[in-house]
């Protein structure tokens, strides 16, 4: 059995599978897909369950299992909310 690898930009402990919640910039990406910018150097990705997304959104809250994605080779942060009410517009 392997060991977990890090995601890029991480540091200390992997968060890898545990409920957490992050507060950002909403951005769309498209109709399953949303990003949150907390204003650190890494932009957490979130796919919601059956969520249907406001485009008017400008800051949101999320709170989901925390996961990671390979894009082009690296390893991404991604956050799964379970239901709509894991996201909570603010502003």
């Known amino acids: 059995?392997?060991?977990?690898?890090?995601v890029v930009g991480g540091q200390g402990l992997s968060n890898i599978g545990l409920l957490v919640r992050c507060f950002g910039k909403f951005t769309?990406?498209?109709a399953r897909t949303f990003a949150v910018d907390d204003?650190?150097?890494v932009v957490v990705g979130?796919?919601?369950d059956s969520v249907d997304l406001d485009l008017n959104w400008?800051?949101?809250a999320v709170t989901g299992i925390s996961s990671?994605?390979?894009e082009s080779?690296?390893?991404l942060p991604l956050l799964r909310a379970?239901?709509?009410g894991d996201i909570a517009p603010l502003l």
């Open 1 to 6: 059995m392997g060991i977990q690898e890090g």
């Open 28 to 30: 769309y990406i498209d």
């Open 39 to 41: 204003g650190s150097t």
């Open 46 to 48: 979130c796919v919601p």
């Open 58 to 60: 400008r800051f949101v």
């Open 68 to 70: 990671c994605r390979r």
């Open 73 to 75: 080779g690296d390893l």
């Open 82 to 84: 379970r239901s709509s």
